[in-house]
């Protein structure tokens, strides 16, 4: 190959990288598309959103609640509701109908989780996710709202991510909580090695837990967190996963562990896969058992 040849080699691969970084920039800088935002309310409810600076992440962020009209001068009983991975604190509101429950009397929060599994980043330490829902979401609603500040009126639930999230704060908070809901949880997520097929995945995984096989990565672990666990101490865990689920495999066996434990819990294993549709069907019967494990007032 001669020497002309080469340099025009050369210069289209140049300009082929200028036209890719050109690409990615303008990819990750184009203005987002309208929001997409259809609440599904339910008779007898309120809902607000609210914005809010939090400490911890030193930002702003952004919550939803459903409440009762009629909540009158009752504090009424707090549900978290943690969204997945990829998601918003719009989600429940939008793909379940989770407002009858508020209509029942119960204070329902959804907070903003961005892509963080609700965890104090091991790498980036401006994202302690986990101390803003623990306490500045927390002191903002009951501040705001006419919620519940005791633990016995305090319950907390998510789907996948947010699963993941709920199980991992209600163990290391467990005098927060009184009830933790899990629907797919992604409960293996710090277990999951490094692995080149998902790089992005992997050097995200890392940013918050740490290296594989490390101390940080082992202390978010919820599988390590039972072993340290309190059974008499943690809330009950109500934890749901899909026959077509790849998660199911260590769900059972997370389940399997908290029975080794002695800690009080109950799973159930549904027909379907990893999606709203069928997360939404399966807030009947957990709110029901929820509603058993909350102290519900009058």
Request: aromatic letters at 12%.
């Amino acid at each position: 190959m001669t020497l002309k040849n080469r340099n025009f080699l050369l210069l289209l691969f140049l300009v082929g990288l200028a036209v890719a970084a050109g690409w990615v920039f303008a990819s990750r800088h184009k203005n987002p598309g309208p929001i997409s935002d259809h609440p599904r309310l339910a008779t007898g409810v309120l809902m607000r959103d609210v914005a809010f600076h939090s400490r911890a992440l030193n930002r702003e962020m952004r919550y939803r609640v459903f409440l009762p009209e009629n909540a009158g001068n009752r504090k009424l009983p707090v549900i978290y509701l943690l969204h997945g991975g990829g998601g918003t604190f719009r989600d429940w509101s939008n793909y379940s109908d989770v407002a009858q429950f508020a209509a029942a009397g119960l204070l329902l929060v959804m907070p903003q989780g961005d892509y963080s599994y609700y965890t104090n980043a091991v790498q980036r330490p401006q994202d302690r996710y986990e101390d803003y829902v623990v306490d500045d979401l927390r002191a903002d609603v009951e501040t705001r709202f006419p919620a519940r500040s005791d633990r016995a009126g305090r319950a907390i639930v998510g789907v996948s991510m947010g699963g993941f999230g709920a199980i991992k704060l209600a163990l290391d908070h467990p005098d927060k909580f009184v009830f933790a809901g899990a629907l797919s949880p992604a409960i293996d997520v710090p277990r999951r090695k490094f692995t080149w097929r998902r790089l992005n995945q992997s050097r995200q995984f890392e940013a918050m837990f740490g290296p594989d096989g490390s101390a940080t990565r082992r202390s978010s672990d919820p599988f390590f967190l039972v072993t340290r666990a309190d059974s008499k101490s943690v809330p009950y865990f109500y934890l749901v996963c899909g026959t077509q689920e790849s998660l199911l495999a260590p769900n059972r066996e997370f389940s399997a562990l908290l029975g080794r434990y002695g800690i009080a819990h109950e799973f159930h294993i549904a027909p379907g896969g990893h999606e709203w549709n069928r997360w939404s069907a399966e807030t009947q019967s957990l709110f029901q058992t929820l509603r058993r494990h909350l102290d519900i007032r009058h």
